[in-house]
């Protein structure tokens, strides 16, 4: 038990503290969610208020899925992180019920974009662009040119 509780608190303590943040959800105080086009290889600036900061671009966008690669840097100082995804959103139209329209997601389905810990939602538009949704409350963001990826955060 004694074991347990150290490996508990040492997990707390250190700094690999988790700061995951969905910058796409919607907060108590705030209904407001905002939507950027992005168009292939278009670049996504995102900046938290606790230093977090990562880029986006969306290389490859075709039947309602997009590959994509991304920079993370948690704060001045830190190591920026990179990687790749792939999103998908698969979904079969339902026969509207008292006039709504409605949706099922199907397996395979994921529209979270991942960038190190920040994470945002992800929506299909044609095979030239697509959505990112945001809260401003909750990130800054913007659409920067292809260039841009290949800046320092």
């Known amino acids: 038990m004694k074991r347990i509780l150290a490996i508990a608190l040492f997990g707390l303590m250190g700094p690999s503290w988790s700061q995951v943040v969905d910058i796409a959800g919607t907060s108590a105080n705030s209904a407001r969610r905002e939507s950027l086009l992005v168009p292939i290889n278009g670049v996504i600036s995102i900046s938290l208020a606790s ?7 969306f290389t490859k966008l075709h039947d309602g899925a997009a ?25 079969e ?11 099922l997601p199907l397996p395979g389905h994921d529209i979270i974009v991942r960038a190190g810990e920040i994470r945002a939602e992800y929506s299909s538009r044609d095979t030239d662009s697509c959505y990112v949704y945001f809260n401003p409350d909750r990130a800054k963001a ?3 040119s292809a260039d841009a990826f290949g800046k320092d955060l």
């Open 51 to 57: 230093g977090q900061r990562a880029l986006i671009q």
């Open 67 to 91: 590959e994509y690669r991304w920079k993370y840097r948690r704060g001045n100082g830190d190591a920026v992180q990179v990687g790749t995804g792939m999103v998908t959103e698969k979904y």
């Open 93 to 103: 139209e339902m026969a509207p019920r008292n006039g709504a329209h409605e949706v």
């Open 142 to 144: 913007a659409v920067l």
